[in-house]
């Protein structure tokens, strides 16, 4: 059986876009950035995105074009006899851990857009959406009915192929996604108190970047922002033919991107100042303040609807491509039907979302790393250590173990200046940047 492809080179720009684009530029741009404060965190962010994460992109889906596999056997291909293949395991690997725990904060959300279908958040909780979300989230089974569900949903759309399932989805969710945050935007900007949270967002307190985490948060914010460095993007590329170029591609890609993420922070900070939220209240943050605005806010309710609706696709159209990672990988290795490998890796992942979701209610006590919670534990070691390593293997794959012929002909660079460019950086430049951010991270530097 031949492999799937693409249907229109706009088909996989949308899918590679719904992948990049998800609860990383809401949900985890905006409490990390409310973590890091605000405004050097977004600098740094933009700098790491122009700068490693952009060119990474490049790099990444096109080892996946040239090779026509997926993340493992990529490596397979290209490099036959060689222990690169393992960094593709660390990819598969990720693709785990990140779902696991993506699934859950996805799971509220749907659980959220529940709420404002029935008409229960359109006005606030007697105690409080701040409280209401610490009872929901807290509850044993009960968001992990919302999890099993989004679950499902995922496995759906990826079982259905990839060019009927993941093209088609995209090509819906993600028009409709723009337009209501474009809109909710102007909302809370119109806010008494906004120009605070505006602040915040884009004027820089310098002194931000004396604290070392601000580097390496600003780095694993760019990679799971970008969906980089796990093998979703080089999944894609696989399905990719080579009549198609991809450097004006990955650029899109990464404005895009970078859009959705500005955008969000400018929903939500306005909002969290004008209603003296902590900014570094954490993963609950846009569970507390977008509901705070809805209630102010004229025809709130509805607008609760369609943003949380808007944010369930989000997070679906990303989460299929993590499926897609190991669903892929397996199909190849044990001949396992599209269907039998994508519900029994979901079905996987589900386990460890069990696992994500009790650390909110009887596991809260549980923290594998420092303070953090399990989800917060999960998402460090694969946002800021895995994805990293990942990219920083995909840079040294293509600098040094390709000629630079092969490289520039991989990305369709060969005899453009913009090519020499990126080629020092994928060579030099990304990989030492990541590996300066991890020494300063450890402490070293
Ligand atoms: N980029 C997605 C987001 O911002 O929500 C998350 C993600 C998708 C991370 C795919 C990693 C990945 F491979
Ligand atoms: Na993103």
């Not at 404005?255 to 939500?268: C, E, N, P, Q, T």
């Not at 979302?353 to 953090?372: C, K, M, Q, R």
């Amino acid at each position: 059986m031949s492999r799937e492809k693409w249907g229109t080179k706009l088909g996989f720009m949308l899918a590679a876009m719904g992948s990049a684009v998800g609860l990383g530029n809401i949900w985890r741009f905006s409490f990390v950035a409310g973590n890091n404060g605000g405004g050097a965190f977004l600098l740094l962010y933009l700098l790491f995105v122009i700068l490693i994460a952009v060119p990474l992109l490049l790099t990444e889906v096109s080892i996946g074009r040239r090779a026509q596999s997926d993340v493992v056997g990529s490596y397979k291909k290209l490099a036959p006899g060689t222990p690169w293949f393992l960094s593709g395991f660390f990819g598969v690997f990720s693709a785990f851990l990140i779902l696991g725990f993506y699934c859950v904060v996805a799971g509220w959300s749907i659980y959220y857009f529940w709420n404002y279908l029935t008409g229960y958040f359109s006005t606030q909780p007697e105690a409080g959406y701040g409280a209401a979300f610490g009872e929901f989230t807290s509850h044993s089974w009960q968001p992990l009915f919302w999890v099993a569900l989004f679950m499902t949903l995922t496995i759906i759309i990826v079982v259905s192929g990839v060019k009927k399932g993941i093209e088609s989805a995209n090509k819906i969710f993600m028009p409709l996604l723009a337009i209501i945050l474009i809109i909710l935007a102007f909302y809370s900007l119109s806010f008494e108190g906004a120009s605070e949270g505006v602040r915040f967002l884009f004027s820089p307190d310098w002194s931000a970047f004396s604290d070392p985490g601000i580097y390496i948060a600003a780095l694993g914010q760019a990679f799971f922002s970008l969906s980089l460095g796990m093998g979703a993007m080089l999944t894609y590329g696989s399905y990719l033919s080579n009549d198609h170029k991809l450097p004006g591609a990955t650029i899109g890609i990464g404005l895009m991107d970078s859009f959705f993420a500005i955008i969000s922070g400018i929903v939500i900070f306005p909002a969290v100042f004008a209603f003296g939220i902590d900014p570094a209240s954490g993963p609950p943050l846009v569970f507390i303040t977008l509901p705070t605005i809805f209630e102010q806010i004229p025809f709130g309710g509805i607008v609760g609807l369609v943003f949380f609706f808007a944010l369930v696709l989000a997070a679906l159209s990303s989460s299929i491509s993590i499926l897609e990672v190991p669903t892929a990988y397996f199909m190849r290795i044990f001949n396992w039907s599209r269907r039998f490998s994508s519900i029994l890796t979901g079905a996987i992942m589900f386990v460890l979302g069990i696992i994500v979701s009790l650390g909110f209610g009887i596991w809260a006590g549980v923290t594998p790393i420092g303070e953090n919670n399990i989800l917060d534990s999960m998402d460090y070691i694969a946002s800021n250590v895995l994805l990293p390593l990942g990219g920083l293997s995909m840079a040294l794959f293509v600098g040094w173990y390709f000629t630079k012929e092969q490289a520039l002909d991989a990305t369709d660079f060969t005899g453009s200046r913009v090519g020499n460019v990126w080629y020092v950086i994928i060579k030099f430049v990304a990989p030492i940047s990541i590996l300066l951010i991890f020494l300063n991270a450890l402490g070293i530097l």
